[in-house]
C-alpha cells in the first residue's frame, strides 16, 4: 500500500506507461488550486496529440486507500480519461484580447487563504474577498473548465485590471445568470424524498447561485441584483458564505442571532465544504438603506 500520494502516482504512472506505450511520455505534475490546495496529476504527451491531457489523481489516490480501487484500475482511469477528446484551446487565439474577452468572466476568492495565489493574478479586493479572473473553455459536453488569467496576460494585452473588471461584469451575468431558490426546494432536491415536511424550516432563507450551481458566490458582485432581492424581500439580509458555488441569504427582520449564524459557518466549513471550495468564514449582511455589503463578525 501507497502511504503517500507521491508514491501513488509514480506507481500508477509507471503503469500507464506500461498501458499507453513508449510513444507517450507521461509525467508528474502538480497545480496550486485555490486556498493552497494542491492537486497531483499525470501530464500525457505525444508527439502529434491534439491536446496534453492533466488527469488528476487525488480523487483515485483516496479510493486507493479506502481500498475501493487498485494502481492497475487507477492506470486505466488516467488512460480512458487521457483519450476524451479535452477542452478546445486555441493558444494563438488567447493572445489577442479581443479574440477572447468575451469568454472572460470573475470569481471570487478568499483574499488570506490565497496570498501566494493572487501575487500573480490580477485581482480587486472585496471586503476580505479578491475579484480574480479567468477565460471559460469551452468543451463539446459542456463541462466546465477555464484558464485563470495571470498577471502577464495584462502586459501581453495591454489591459488593466479595471477593464478587465468591467468585461467580466458584464459577462459573467449574461454568461451565468443568477437563480435564488428557497432553501427548502434545495434540500428537498438533494434529499428526493417524497415527504417535505423532513426539511420544512422556520427560518426564511434562500440560496443564490447561478444556473449551473458552479462559482455562483460571484453573483455576490452583479450590479444591482442584491438591491433587487432587499426589495422583494422587503428586508436587509445576512450573506452565508457556504462556498465558493452558492451563498445563503436570510432576511435579518426575521432572525438576529448572529452568533449562532457565525458558529453554523465555521461547523460547515470545516466539516461539510472541501478546502478548495471553501469562500469565507466571515458572517455578510447586505444593508438595505445604506446599498452595501459589509462584514458582521
Known amino acids: 500500500m501507497k502511504k503517500t500520494i ?8 509507471t503503469e500507464t506507461v506500461k498501458k499507453l506505450g513508449g510513444e507517450y511520455q507521461v509525467t508528474i505534475e502538480t497545480k496550486n488550486k ?9 501530464h500525457i504527451r505525444k508527439k502529434g496529440m491534439e491536446s496534453e491531457p492533466l488527469v488528476y489523481l487525488d480523487d483515485y489516490f483516496r479510493q486507493y486507500q479506502s481500498g475501493n480501487m487498485t494502481i492497475t484500475e487507477a492506470a486505466e482511469c488516467v488512460v480512458s480519461a487521457s483519450r476524451k477528446k479535452g477542452p478546445s484551446v486555441d493558444i494563438n487565439q488567447f493572445l489577442d484580447y479581443e479574440k477572447i474577452k468575451d469568454s472572460i468572466v470573475y470569481r471570487l476568492v478568499n483574499t488570506e487563504m490565497n496570498k501566494e495565489l493572487l501575487e500573480d493574478l490580477p485581482h480587486i479586493e472585496y471586503l476580505d474577498l479578491s475579484v480574480v479572473f479567468c477565460c471559460l473553455v469551452m468543451e463539446e459536453e459542456k463541462d466546465h473548465a477555464f484558464i485563470w488569467i495571470h498577471n502577464v496576460h495584462l502586459k501581453l494585452w495591454d489591459v488593466t485590471v479595471e477593464e478587465l473588471y468591467r468585461t467580466a461584469a458584464e459577462n459573467t451575468q449574461r454568461i451565468e445568470k443568477p437563480v435564488i431558490m428557497d432553501i427548502e426546494e434545495v434540500i428537498y432536491d438533494i434529499l428526493k424524498e417524497n415527504d417535505r415536511d423532513k426539511c420544512s424550516s422556520t427560518v426564511a432563507a434562500y440560496v443564490l447561485s447561478n444556473t449551473e450551481r458552479i462559482e455562483g458566490a460571484a453573483c455576490m458582485l452583479y450590479p ?4 433587487r432581492i432587499a426589495d422583494a424581500l422587503k428586508s436587509s439580509y445576512y450573506i452565508i458564505p457556504s462556498s465558493i458555488h452558492e451563498l445563503l441569504l436570510i432576511p435579518t427582520a426575521g432572525f438576529t442571532e448572529r452568533d449562532e449564524i457565525k458558529a453554523m459557518i465555521c461547523d460547515v466549513n470545516d466539516t461539510q465544504v472541501k478546502p478548495e471550495e471553501r469562500l469565507s468564514y466571515s458572517l455578510y ?10 462584514i458582521l463578525c
Not at 34 to 42: F, P, R
Request: net charge negative; aromatic share 10%; charged share 35%.
Open 6 to 13: 507521491t508514491d501513488f502516482a509514480e506507481a500508477v504512472r
Open 34 to 42: 485555490n486556498n493552497k490546495v494542491v492537486y497531483t496529476g499525470l
Open 224 to 227: 444591482d441584483l442584491l438591491r
Open 285 to 294: 449582511a447586505y444593508n438595505k438603506k445604506e446599498n452595501e455589503v459589509e
